[in-house]
């Protein structure tokens, strides 16, 4: 009786366990941007340099190198800029980013936010810096604040330090703010 008893206990666990489901584990349905990267590093940082003088540092969560490593993406990317003497000159945060080593454009998505030393804040969903012309611009919206005064619009062109800027359509703002007008 024993025996049949253990073999009844040790055939409803069996049948316990064989009817239990088991998961599969997770699959991506979509490619990532990932996978088709040269290199994936993680936690990265860059001297940035001109001509070897030392203009900032960058930092990554995340860098992806694609095109025989001359195209960089970023994730939670932030930029130290500096002046032509070493000296702390600003900078600039966001979610995501790309640097062009070939046409040396650096661009910026997501909450793009750059301030500046002397006060100045600019915020976008979509930045773009051409290193050859020394421009900052952008064809959407931003906010730019300074102190108590606020202006915004659709579509700038800047230098880097936010003195000398063209927008292509104010929306509003309140004080007054200098502005070139397009060329």
């Known amino acids: 009786m024993t025996r049949s008893l253990l073999a009844l206990l040790a055939a409803a666990a069996l049948g316990a366990t ?6 599969a584990p997770p699959v991506t349905h979509m490619p990532s941007v990932a996978d088709s990267a040269e290199q994936v590093m993680f936690q990265f940082s860059s001297i940035l340099t001109n001509q070897g003088v030392e203009r900032g540092t960058m930092t990554a969560d995340t860098a992806l190198v694609f095109n025989d490593q001359t195209v960089f993406d970023f994730r939670n990317v932030r930029v130290n800029f500096r002046t032509v003497t070493g000296e702390p000159n ?20 997501g909450h793009v936010v750059i301030t500046t030393l002397d006060g100045k804040k600019l915020e976008t969903p979509q930045l773009r810096y051409n290193q050859a012309t020394n421009l900052i611009s952008s064809d959407t919206s931003f906010v730019l604040t300074q102190g108590d005064r606020v202006q915004r619009g659709i579509g700038f062109s800047a230098d880097p330090d936010l003195n000398r800027i063209s ?4 929306a509003g703002g309140s004080g007054v703010l200098t502005t070139l007008p397009d060329h």
């Open 18 to 23: 064989a009817c239990k489901p088991t998961a």
């Open 90 to 109: 600003g900078t600039m945060q966001a979610d995501s980013g790309r640097y062009n080593m070939r046409t040396l454009v650096l661009e910026g998505w």
């Open 167 to 170: 927008i292509r359509r104010a």
